[in-house]
């Protein structure tokens, strides 16, 4: 008897964030950060579910949430093991559904709709498997790997032959990256000091206790007031000192020209890079930025609405850092041919962490990376915030700075049943206080 | 006692185009056209409703008219007077709201759910007025239109000043070419010939029946087949001749290099323009294409996610034309900053019509753009296609190939109660023989 994908399961969760100014910065005063749940189901009575989930911050997770369920008839009723077994046909699936990809095309909601699902289906396939998802992914031969990845749109700067001398290239040092990375993990920032809603004080005490935790970098939300931007960035500097790395992040607050005067004003304070300094799609913009502001390295990624979006960026040196995200885009197969044309341009990828379990999700895609495509860790660290990480089964374990390889199987995704039961918007016992 | 906004009602509505194979084409082989559609109540006893919607080809507009319907608790309780005294205000507080932002940013499902909802209320207020949209903006001051703008990220090509010398540059024709518009009414072409799913004998039909009723300018669909785009190009060349301008449209179907061979194989047949070569996020590859093929021009925008891109397509001379769409950006306000941009670089308009009311929707901003801004019918149609008009209250008229300005007040988007009715999906009476 075949096995098959019998339901989709979707929750609307959300965490009250915004009750302690966790995750504020210059254009979100107020998170409530959301989690966008879907929970595959088979028939297989192997107990395996595979977790996926696209993080929000608040108001729109209810049509997030309503965008997966729209899946659900293109995926309800695969045969579980081929589903499995070709990733790319089933990515292809989803993204290229003619009337859904009205919708974007492949951006906005219906894109991280997908992402869930196929980063659902990833976990899935990894537990199946028995592995962490980095490491089965890093077992994949090249062509293995250049087969998940849709070239479309792609072929004038990366096309599969491209790609695949790239990956043939990292295949000697695989073994001995990999056992690298479980002795010693891979190196992480901490974001935590930082937010925008924090007084000097917490900022201080903060920062003395990321230094203390081991962390040599760390950033700090800039943008919204210059006098406070550089008062905060002195005081982190004087408690940090000249050796640990502080990058800025202005969270796109800024037009061109504000951004090179402004980033000209925080360069005493040698950043270590500066981020979003103004619309993700602003693929000029940035270029512009970058020329201006030399030697200070600017970087995006986290709201990056595609691999088309990633090329241009590359191609048109507007990025010194690419920061992929794992649920703005769609899935795995996507991400893969982000950090493909990041390897293709040499440009180091350091993923987005945060919100609700991206830590959890980018840390198997920057250790992949190391493993098996761009082979180095030069310039490269995983963010890493220290929020929500209690309502995940297989947390990530940061010490010293640094990334544990995880070794549970899967996509570190699965959430806690007890957490999707009490952050069930609007009717769970945490929302129940407001109501 | 003031006047408030008091609900907005939203409904799925679908109409059964995949039976007939209208609107297919290279991506979309079998759209069943939908529009998530929304009316704006007010408490006022005038009777008027200000109707706005999406247009979306099938699957997912109940994803759509779920984001719409999210929007409400920023609308319900405005109070109507200020509101519409103020579109930009209301439309930044929509359009910033930093928790829905997060699902964009101000792109995708999110992005055009804020459009439908502006549109609505500009709607609303040009009936209010007495006056079809067009002329309600073609009267207002230079300063009451750049007020309408937000500038954000447009300032290193486009600032207010700037905007306003265009502005003021137009006002001294406006009552002529009024009067000119009144008479004789907006050029437009014709795309209901060219759609791919069409057998040759169809075709030629279509194209001497689109001569017989006065167009000088069609749009063949083509990219799925070369040999197919070469024969269906010939037999339309040969059945209208040379002095009939036809324009292909690839619907995104190219990478680069493709793109650039196939346009170069079918220049025989002078194109007046090549629509959508590539993915619409693509600035660079449209450059690219733009550049090697000239001086066949290039034509895109129907899926332009936001004022951002539309920059930058014209700054990196990406586009010889820029088509603007009704209900992809966030209404009103974001296409006046795309027809300031294009008066800017001085690139002629050519709006997206078809779907569902995008002809009704798009008329009213070629319309004011003629009178107020770019001053000019030079190079300028809007596309016409022959499809569902019969639904509207106020239906474009179009009479030897040209667009008779509407009179009625209002932004021509009001659907007829009893097509609204018959549409509901999936249950009105024209789903039902389906279930």
Redesign the interface.
Same mark, same amino acid.
């Given at each position: 008897m075949s096995t098959t994908i019998v339901r989709l399961d979707t929750h609307d969760l959300r965490f009250p964030t915004s009750r302690w100014l966790d995750g504020s910065d210059a254009?979100?005063? *107020?998170? *409530?950060y959301s989690a966008a749940h879907v929970v595959v189901h088979t028939d297989a009575d192997d107990g395996y579910e595979g977790h996926g989930y696209v993080f929000?911050?608040?108001? +729109?997770n209810?049509?997030?949430t309503?965008?997966i369920a @729209?899946l659900a008839p293109l995926v309800v009723g695969l045969p579980l093991a081929d589903t499995l077994a070709d990733m790319a046909a089933l990515s292809r699936r989803l993204v290229h *559904? &003619?009337?859904?990809?009205?919708?974007?095309?492949?951006? +906005?909601?219906?894109?991280?709709a997908i992402g869930a699902v196929v980063n659902a289906l990833w976990d899935l396939k990894a537990k199946r498997a028995g592995k962490p998802l980095w490491r089965l992914l890093a077992e994949l031969t090249p062509e293995q790997i250049v087969d998940l990845v849709d070239f479309?749109?792609? %072929? =004038?700067v990366l096309d599969r032959d491209q790609a695949l001398d790239i990956l043939r290239a990292a295949v000697p040092g695989r073994a001995e990256r990999t056992a690298r990375l479980l002795a010693d993990g891979y190196p992480a920032y901490t974001t935590s000091p930082g937010w925008l809603g924090y007084d000097d004080a917490k900022l201080a005490r903060l920062c003395r206790e990321a230094m203390d935790s081991g962390f040599t970098h760390l950033k700090l939300k800039v943008g919204a007031d210059l006098a406070d931007d550089v008062r905060r960035l002195g005081l982190a500097r004087s408690t940090c000192g000249r050796d640990v790395r502080i990058a800025v992040d202005a969270n796109?607050r800024w *037009? %061109? +020209?504000t951004a090179i005067r402004w980033i000209q004003a925080l360069s005493e304070f040698d950043p270590a890079w500066v981020e979003e300094p %103004? &619309?993700? =799609?602003?693929?000029?913009?940035h270029a @512009?930025i970058a020329r201006a502001v030399a030697p200070i390295r600017i970087a995006t990624g986290e709201?990056l609405?595609?691999r088309?979006?990633a090329?241009?960026l590359l191609?048109?040196k507007a990025v010194d850092i690419l920061q992929i995200d794992a649920t703005r885009v769609a899935g795995v197969n996507e991400n893969v041919a982000n950090l493909l044309l990041a390897a293709r341009f040499g440009v180091p990828v350091c993923p987005h962490g945060g919100g609700v379990g991206l830590c959890e999700l980018v840390q198997h895609l920057a250790m992949f990376d190391y493993v098996a495509v761009s082979g180095s860790l030069d310039g490269r660290v995983i963010e890493h915030v220290e929020h929500l990480h209690e309502h995940f089964v297989d947390p990530v374990v940061v010490r010293s700075g640094r990334y544990r390889a995880p070794t549970a199987p899967g996509f570190s995704s699965t959430l806690r049943p007890d957490s999707v039961r009490a952050h069930a918007f609007p009717y769970g016992p945490v929302w129940a206080a407001d109501r």
């Amino acid at each position: 008897m075949s096995t098959t994908i019998v339901r989709l399961d979707t929750h609307d969760l959300r965490f009250p964030t915004s009750r302690w100014l966790d995750g504020s910065d210059a254009m979100n005063p *107020d998170p *409530d950060y959301s989690a966008a749940h879907v929970v595959v189901h088979t028939d297989a009575d192997d107990g395996y579910e595979g977790h996926g989930y696209v993080f929000t911050i608040g108001r +729109g997770n209810d049509v997030q949430t309503a965008a997966i369920a @729209a899946l659900a008839p293109l995926v309800v009723g695969l045969p579980l093991a081929d589903t499995l077994a070709d990733m790319a046909a089933l990515s292809r699936r989803l993204v290229h *559904d &003619s009337q859904f990809r009205w919708l974007g095309p492949e951006k +906005g909601v219906m894109h991280m709709a997908i992402g869930a699902v196929v980063n659902a289906l990833w976990d899935l396939k990894a537990k199946r498997a028995g592995k962490p998802l980095w490491r089965l992914l890093a077992e994949l031969t090249p062509e293995q790997i250049v087969d998940l990845v849709d070239f479309r749109y792609l %072929t =004038d700067v990366l096309d599969r032959d491209q790609a695949l001398d790239i990956l043939r290239a990292a295949v000697p040092g695989r073994a001995e990256r990999t056992a690298r990375l479980l002795a010693d993990g891979y190196p992480a920032y901490t974001t935590s000091p930082g937010w925008l809603g924090y007084d000097d004080a917490k900022l201080a005490r903060l920062c003395r206790e990321a230094m203390d935790s081991g962390f040599t970098h760390l950033k700090l939300k800039v943008g919204a007031d210059l006098a406070d931007d550089v008062r905060r960035l002195g005081l982190a500097r004087s408690t940090c000192g000249r050796d640990v790395r502080i990058a800025v992040d202005a969270n796109q607050r800024w *037009d %061109t +020209g504000t951004a090179i005067r402004w980033i000209q004003a925080l360069s005493e304070f040698d950043p270590a890079w500066v981020e979003e300094p %103004t &619309s993700p =799609d602003d693929v000029l913009a940035h270029a @512009a930025i970058a020329r201006a502001v030399a030697p200070i390295r600017i970087a995006t990624g986290e709201h990056l609405a595609n691999r088309v979006v990633a090329k241009q960026l590359l191609q048109a040196k507007a990025v010194d850092i690419l920061q992929i995200d794992a649920t703005r885009v769609a899935g795995v197969n996507e991400n893969v041919a982000n950090l493909l044309l990041a390897a293709r341009f040499g440009v180091p990828v350091c993923p987005h962490g945060g919100g609700v379990g991206l830590c959890e999700l980018v840390q198997h895609l920057a250790m992949f990376d190391y493993v098996a495509v761009s082979g180095s860790l030069d310039g490269r660290v995983i963010e890493h915030v220290e929020h929500l990480h209690e309502h995940f089964v297989d947390p990530v374990v940061v010490r010293s700075g640094r990334y544990r390889a995880p070794t549970a199987p899967g996509f570190s995704s699965t959430l806690r049943p007890d957490s999707v039961r009490a952050h069930a918007f609007p009717y769970g016992p945490v929302w129940a206080a407001d109501r």
